[in-house]
Each structure stands twice: as C-alpha cells, then as structure tokens.
C-alpha cells in the first residue's frame, strides 16, 4: 500500500501545479456549464487528463472513477477515485479552498487518500492502517462534546432534494452551535474535521470522488462516520455525516428529528 500511496501523492502534487499555472489565469471562454447547477473549468479537465493518464499507465489493470470522465472498468478489484478540483467555484472566483482529492478503494473499503490543496500548501494522506496526516504531523480530531460548543461544515449535492437537506440543516444549527459554515469543497471540509479545525460535517449526497479520501481521514483521526440513518458510512452511502465521535449521537438525534 504504500506504493500506491506515494504514487498517488506524485500525481496530486503534479496535478495541484497544473492547477496553479490556472489559477490566475483563467477567463470566462475557460468555464462551462456541466448541468444546470454544476460548472467544469479547463483546469478541471487538464488535471484529471494528468491524473488519469498517469494511474493507466502506473496501474494498467485498475479501475479509474473520475468526476470527469466515464469509468474505466477493467473489472479489478481496486478502483482509484478521482476529483481533480474539488471546489470548482471557489477556483473560478480565486477563492483559494480548492484541492485534488484522491482514493484508493478494494473490495468496498477505502485503502488509501490524499487530498493536496496547493494554494494552501497542504497535503493530507492517510491509509487504511495507518495514520492520518498533514505533511508528517499525526491529525487528531477534536475533544468538543456539546452541539453549542461545534464548530459544524456542511455542504451538499447539486440535486434539488439534496439542497432541501441543506436547508434544513441551516435552519436547524445556525443558532445552535458555535458556528456553522459552508467552504464549498468536501475533501477539504473533511480534512478539517478529522484535524480537529471543525468538529463535524454534514454532506447530502455528495458523490463518493468528493468523500471517499476525507473519509478515511476522519476515521483514521478518531472520528466517526456514518450516513444520516446512523450506519456505518459505506461506498454505497448517498450522505455523509462526519465527527469527531463525541458530538455524535447528539447531533444524529437533531438531524433525524429534522427529517434528514
């Protein structure tokens, strides 16, 4: 695995350049609509071509799910999971909260992730047996325990029912926790948690390319993640809900009496 690992930092540290070489860059002719409520920029797709080519040609045999491509199948056991620019409308309006995010699934479980956010100079790493880190610092979540003392992180898919979770949410612990924000970047919000800068994170129907690295950083930092039914977070989950643990149960309560 830990092939795999440095392997998939190389090619986030290469796509995270190719993104800054964008990021002043970029006008109005470079950004396209992807649906009605998603937009997809030239950086995004230079890096995933960066990214995907490099994965085929390091593992030939893998599987490759990328947010911007169609799956490559090639009925391996091991699927790499791609966003090459998580928080694509932060990029656009140079808001720097954007990275790379990348994972390595086998057999449904998440085995490695890196999520390399380049203007902030921050690389995250962590695999399945191992530690959560920032560069070469262990991440630890943090030791809040009551809903009025969290700092909360939500955000959401681009479907309608997913934004209806998301106001819910809003209405429900903007005046109840100490702060509850919104960076419009999964992988990055995440990593947050599980390095204790925020205490838990709510995600309706985020898609697994923007979830599945942060995720196992999380876990391997000491949180907890389940879905909204309080199950075990697995690779079929369509929400996410991400804690340190200890303002678990109490938030789970708040979010199912709301609905969610």
Not at 92 to 105: D, E, G, R, T, Y
Request: overall charge neutral; charged content about 25%; proline content about 3%.
């Amino acid at each position: 695995m830990e092939n795999f690992l440095k392997e998939a930092i190389e090619i986030a540290k290469k796509a995270g350049k190719s993104l800054m070489n964008d990021y002043q860059n970029l006008s109005e002719r470079d950004i396209y609509a992807k649906g009605s409520n998603e937009l997809v920029t030239k950086a995004d797709i230079k890096a995933d071509k960066i990214i995907v080519n490099y994965l085929k040609e390091k593992f030939p045999k893998h599987n490759i799910e990328s947010e911007e491509q169609n799956k490559i199948d090639n009925k391996s056991d091991y699927t790499w999971v791609i966003d090459p620019l998580d928080g694509t409308t932060n990029f656009i309006i140079q808001n720097p909260l954007f990275a790379v995010s990348i994972a390595l699934i086998r057999a449904n479980e998440i085995q490695l992730g890196v999520i390399y956010a380049p203007f902030l100079k921050e690389l995250y790493t962590v695999t399945k047996d191992g530690k959560a880190l920032l560069w070469d610092k262990p991440l630890n979540v943090s030791m809040i325990d009551s809903v009025k003392d969290s700092v909360l992180l939500f955000c959401s898919g681009h479907k309608a029912m997913h934004k209806e979770k998301t106001i819910k949410i809003y209405q429900e612990f903007k005046l109840r926790a100490k702060s509850l924000k919104s960076f419009g970047a999964a992988s990055l919000e995440l990593a947050y948690v599980a390095s204790g800068r925020a205490d838990a994170i709510l995600l309706p129907g985020a898609p697994i390319w923007d979830v599945a690295a942060g995720i196992l950083l999380v876990r391997q930092a000491g949180g907890k993640v389940t879905d909204f039914n309080n199950d075990e977070w697995t690779v079929r989950s369509r929400d996410t809900f991400a804690t340190n643990g200890k303002v678990h149960e109490n938030l789970m309560n708040d979010t199912q009496k709301i609905g969610l």
